[in-house]
């Protein structure tokens, strides 16, 4: 089994930050691309950065030169860290990761539970 346990939501207020961690345990054989979605209520969930394992991340245009992700691949750990956040990046937050959990396996998509980040005054 594997498991995608996240931490670090809760209440800010605007401007402020917050770092969100992700960890994945189990049976890993090896891991691709992490990212981070996020759903707010009453709309879709969306890609908010992506990391693979080699190579350059990616970000919704609307965190870039907000948000930094990172990852710690000794760890199986991925990070997000969020400045200057808004009111509009209130939602509760996913963790995503591309796990072959065999050298055989395909790769297959796991997620976490999901983390609540509020931004309020």
């Known amino acids: 089994q594997v498991q995608l346990v996240e931490s670090g939501g809760g209440l800010v207020q605007p401007g402020g930050s917050l770092r969100l961690s992700c960890a994945a345990s189990g049976s890993i054989f090896s891991i691709a691309a992490m990212g981070w979605y996020r759903q707010a209520p009453g709309k879709e969930r969306e890609l908010v950065a992506i990391i693979p394992s080699g190579g350059s991340t990616n970000y919704a245009d609307s965190v870039k030169g907000r948000f930094t992700i990172s990852r710690d691949n000794a760890k199986n750990t991925v990070y997000l860290q969020m400045n200057s956040l808004k009111p509009e990046d209130t939602a509760v937050y996913y963790c995503?990761?591309?796990?072959?959990?065999?050298?055989?396996?395909?790769?297959?998509?796991?997620w976490g539970q999901g983390t609540q980040v509020t931004v309020s005054s």
């Open positions: 995503n990761a591309n796990i072959r959990r065999k050298y055989y396996s395909r790769l297959s998509d796991y």
